[in-house]
């Protein structure tokens, strides 16, 4: 059974700025987002057993994980960081809003949505790559124990998609807003939703 976690809002979500492979630390907000989602997996998974917690090796997503782990009274230390739960690779537009991708890169974007599955942005990576990546990664969690993935919406949407099969456009029309949690567990994906309100 597999527990996928966005991150929480970071200040770059607030700016509009593509993360990719670079960082920016949460927002308040974010860090009450990465609260409220452990305390929803302590509600489902109180009688879960050993619990492996994975992590992208960027900050925004361990520092989510290391709150999810004191929630869920689970030791930092025990938060594997793995390469392959990293974010979609967006090359020189990283940092850059929309607007500023479209001063400096014309077009650009215009020709992404033409193609967005095989499309790379220069110097990063396509959705085909990034898919390739989740396909690698759900090959190594065939057994019963539960794993909570913490990541990000990109490589989380082709998580899912690789995990049902779908088709490159209904991958790309998956989604992973910060206050939701997906269940990826006999063959279905179930959306939790991570209650701000509830202590």
């Not at 527990?3 to 960082?23: F, I, P, S």
């Not at 489902?44 to 997503?61: F, K, M, Q, T, W």
């Not at 990063?124 to 390739?132: A, C, F, H, P, Q």
Request: glycine share 8%; aromatic share 6%.
């Amino acid at each position: 059974m597999i527990y996928l976690v966005r991150h929480g809002e970071t200040t770059w979500n607030q700016a509009g700025r593509q993360q990719g492979h670079l960082d920016s630390p949460l927002t308040s907000r974010g860090v009450s987002q990465a609260r409220a989602v452990g305390r929803a997996l302590r509600q489902v998974l109180s009688d879960a057993g050993h619990i492996n917690i994975e992590s992208s090796p960027l900050g925004r997503a361990r520092e989510t994980a290391t709150l999810i782990c004191a929630e869920l009274g689970i030791p930092s230390d025990d938060i594997a960081i793995l390469p392959l739960l990293i974010e979609h690779n967006l090359g020189v537009w990283q940092g850059l809003t929309f607007s500023e991708i479209d001063e400096l890169h014309p077009g650009a974007r215009r020709e992404r949505e033409a193609s967005k599955w095989n499309y790379v942005v220069e110097g990063g990576e396509s959705y085909t790559l990034v898919s390739d990546r989740a396909r690698q990664w759900l090959a190594t969690h065939n057994t019963a124990s539960v794993t909570i993935a913490v990541t990000h919406e990109m490589i989380s949407r082709t998580i899912q998609g690789a995990y049902r099969a779908l088709t490159p456009q209904e991958t790309l029309e998956r989604s992973h807003p910060q206050d939701r949690i997906y269940r990826l567990h006999n063959g279905q994906i179930t959306e939790l939703l991570a209650d701000l309100s509830v202590r």
